[in-house]
Nanobody, 122 residues
Framework: QVQLVESGGGSVQAGGSLRLSCATD????????LGWFRQVPGKERELVSV???????TYANLVKGRFTISRENSRATVHLQMNNLRSDDTAIYYC????????????????WGQGTQVTVSS
């Protein structure tokens, strides 16, 4: 079973920053695309950003220019730096690993973290 351990969520005012982190084991880190989805109650999970093993990055349009995803090889950890946060970024953020199929669809991922709450107040 793939373990994805998330950290870094919390509450911040609009315009502020947070950094999410997701640690996994070195084998999964070396062979899998890693990334983040988010979900608001009553809505489907949506892509935030993914990064593959070649460090090619994809971002949802809503977060482009504000969020940065990165891989930290020495710690087998993926980070999501979130700047200039807005109230509509409020959601539970989930780390994902190892897509089967499209990298951009939540259904492609069977490995999910427990989720971390991000709350942005205006």
């Amino acid at each position: 079973q793939v373990q994805l351990v998330e950290s870094g969520g919390g509450s911040v005012q609009a315009g502020g920053s947070l950094r999410l982190s997701c640690a996994t084991d070195t084998y999964i880190f070396s062979i899998c695309t890693l990334g983040w989805f988010r979900q608001v109650p009553g809505k489907e999970r949506e892509l935030v950003s993914v990064i593959d093993t070649d460090e090619d990055m994809t971002y949802a349009n809503l977060v482009k220019g504000r969020f940065t995803i990165s891989r930290e090889n020495s710690r087998a950890t993926v980070h999501l730096q979130m700047n200039n946060l807005r109230s509509d970024d409020t959601a539970i953020y989930y780390c994902v690993a190892c897509a089967v199929g499209s990298l951009y669809k939540s259904d492609s991922y069977t490995n999910w973290g427990q989720g971390t709450q991000v709350t942005v107040s205006s």
